[in-house]
């Protein structure tokens, strides 16, 4: 560190300036370091793991916990491309989820190795208008996942457990009110009845939880078979006629003048959504309404809408409509059952389908869901986007 | 002569139930508790058809179901797996292993059950 000479008498005013100058310079210079320290130890104590690439796309920072996510030495990865890095197994699930034309991606999931998942984020580095670098941010989300992951497991052993009871006390009704084991007064008879309903409506809430579990577990069954929709919509209306009777409702299947296209389906599944959102659209539709369901194509998609002139979405509820146990504020006053779990599941068909499912609604006059379904070749693209 | 239905289910209530309806039905019926027990019944009753639960003690349905499609004079017999699971994994290993049917308890009635039996069997 260069002092300042004491003994030296100023010779001149210019000679003051400079040394001045050198002063101010060098207080600058230990600032740049302080700042540097900070910055480097802020790095290096960094919870989440950060890795830095240059513009030749070669590593020039690994910080302590990537080295240790990783299991690896700094030293022996620093230097090296991107693609280069593949060759460590440790880093290869990120290198692989990043790809080779590193683009930025946002919070996205690598299993490191059995006991450490990743939440790896991209994020470039821009000096002036052109991309100078990388910033990967490595996030350890292994305790979140092992939560998730028995939430998961529990409730669909619960609901598994739950199922078994409820099986016999539905089959045990049902006989008594069959009268195979003797004879019923009626009020025994209307009594019965009522509980097999409550029984019916708990087992309906249990296959929910399983739904959604499954959804979740990412085993949710999905095979797609090369079928027609139509003869689907026909078979939910069909069956959905009683209930539209007893509520005094006038539920139609418009019958597509086109001719529709196969589409790869899951038929159970589809068949699961149409049904929830018909009924839906009776549970919500007053006395005297009416449900039409209509079946249109486009040249890469077909395309199925519910209409009803039903209650209708509270406009500031409509963005939570397809979030899971969401239900609308009017509707539970008018229903007190529901589990509020039909359209989130619905969502998750239709896209698990590479559809898309959306809807218009209007407070007091109605709703109108609508989803598509890709045809054959559409939807194979879908697969090969996954 | 009335064919003969062997019930393998560990929940008294539910196979007191089945036995009654498909005796109605004009089936003869016998119970076995758990998987064991089941296996040696089958041998000894050579029966027309097994209705089969798969959560069981001793030896699991599907283990049951494995021994049977290893012996050429069970193999025969047309099974109807009766499971609350319906997880899609077990359902495709229960088709595996070649069971006729398979229904989830809670989702059918009885007399739906029955028609199962009917569908593969007469009556």
Not at chain 1, 152 to 181: C, N, Y
Not at chain 2, 62 to 73: C, G, H, P, Q, T
């Amino acid at each position: 560190m260069p002092k300042k000479n004491k003994k030296t008498e100023p010779t001149s005013e210019t000679n003051i300036a400079l040394l001045n100058i050198l002063e101010d310079a060098e207080e600058e210079k230990q600032k740049a370091e302080e700042e540097k320290k900070k910055t480097l130890s802020i790095i290096t104590n960094f919870s989440d793991g950060l890795l830095v690439f240059d513009k030749e796309r070669k590593l020039s920072l690994i910080n302590p916990r990537a080295e240790n996510f990783f299991d690896l030495n700094g030293r022996d990865v620093i230097g090296r491309t991107f693609l280069d890095l593949a060759t460590f197994p440790t880093m290869e699930p990120v290198i692989s989820l990043i790809g080779s034309e590193m683009s930025e991606i946002f919070r996205q999931e690598a299993k490191i190795k059995e006991s450490l998942v990743l939440e790896v984020s991209l994020i470039s580095i821009i000096g002036g208008k052109e991309r100078t670098g990388a910033l990967i941010v490595l996030h350890d989300v292994t305790r979140e996942k092992t939560i998730e992951k028995m939430k998961t497991e529990f409730v669909s052993l619960a609901a598994h457990q739950l199922r078994t009871p409820l099986s016999a006390t539905k089959w045990a009704l049902k006989m008594l009110i069959d009268g195979d084991l003797g004879q019923l007064s009626s009020g025994q008879a209307e009594m019965l009845e009522k509980t097999y309903q409550s029984n019916e409506r708990m087992a309906e809430l249990i296959n929910d939880l399983l739904d959604i579990t499954r959804i979740e577990e990412g085993k949710y069954l999905f095979k797609p078979i090369l079928t027609e929709v139509g003869p689907i919509l026909q078979f939910v209306v069909r069956s959905y006629q009683e209930e539209a009777k007893r509520r005094n409702l006038d539920l139609e299947f418009k019958r597509p003048e086109e001719k529709i296209p196969r589409a790869m389906l899951d038929v159970e599944k589809i068949r699961i959504a149409i049904q929830n959102l018909v009924d839906n659209a009776l549970k919500y539709t007053p006395s005297g309404g009416r449900v039409t369901i209509s079946l249109h194509c486009s040249k890469k998609n077909l395309e199925v809408a519910v209409k009803d002139t039903g209650v209708g979405i509270p406009p500031d509820q409509k963005e939570r409509v397809f979030s899971r146990f969401f239900r609308g504020a009017n509707v539970v006053k008018m229903e007190t059952d529901g589990s509020g779990l039909g359209l989130f599941i619905v969502k998750n068909i239709i896209e698990a389908h590479g559809g898309r499912i959306w809807f218009e609604s209007e407070e007091g006059r109605g709703t109108t869901f609508h989803f598509t379904l890709p045809i054959k070749e559409e939807f194979e693209d879908f697969l090969k986007e996954l | 002569m009335a064919k003969k239905i062997l019930i393998i289910e560990d929940e008294e209530l539910l196979a007191d139930l089945l036995q009654k309806k498909l005796t109605a039905a004009g089936y003869k019926t016998f119970l076995a508790t758990d998987g064991e027990r089941g296996l040696i019944a089958m041998r000894e009753l050579a029966p027309d058809l097994i209705l089969l639960d798969i959560v069981m003690p001793k030896i699991n349905g599907l283990e049951v179901l494995a021994e049977i499609r290893e012996d050429k004079n069970l193999k025969k017999i047309p099974v109807i797996i009766i499971s609350n699971s319906g997880q899609p994994v077990e359902i495709d290993k229960i088709k595996e292993l070649g069971a006729r049917d398979w229904l989830i308890k809670t989702d059918l009635n009885l007399q739906e059950v029955i028609d199962k039996v009917r569908r593969q069997i007469g009556s």
